[in-house]
Nanobody
């Protein structure tokens, strides 16, 4: 019943920008929080950004703070991740995730109940 679909990934030059989208449907309409994670080659999935719907607060990994911005469009039930000044360390598969109930911590994958299929982001030299 819950569906998350990411889009917007692709190949971009270092220093460039991309905007990822996550279209949510089903029970995610009433989700507690939405998050973005990524997994680079040979690495574990890591936290990128999160948005708490109740208070509208955001949280970012130190590695992307100041470069990435998470935002939402309530009418479209879509979460975005604007990524600026990309570098090679940003390369990986980016996943959208939804937490349906209260979570004290949103920086770990276990906090989320549903995941999208992922979209590839590749930053070239």
């Amino acid at each position: 019943q819950v569906q998350l679909v990411e889009s917007g990934g692709g190949l971009v030059q270092a220093g460039g920008s991309l905007r990822l989208s996550c279209a949510a449907s089903g029970r995610t309409l009433s989700s507690y929080a939405m998050g973005w994670f990524r997994q680079g080659p040979g690495k574990e999935r890591e936290f990128v950004a999160a948005f708490r719907r109740g208070g509208g607060s955001t949280n970012y990994a130190d590695s992307v703070k100041g470069r990435f911005t998470i935002s939402t469009d309530k009418l479209k039930n879509t979460v975005y991740l604007q990524m600026n000044n990309l570098n090679s360390e940003d390369t990986g598969v980016y996943y959208c995730a939804a937490a349906l109930t209260f979570r004290l911590v949103l920086t770990v994958a276990s906090a989320y109940d549903y995941w999208g299929q992922g979209t590839q982001v590749t930053v070239s030299s």
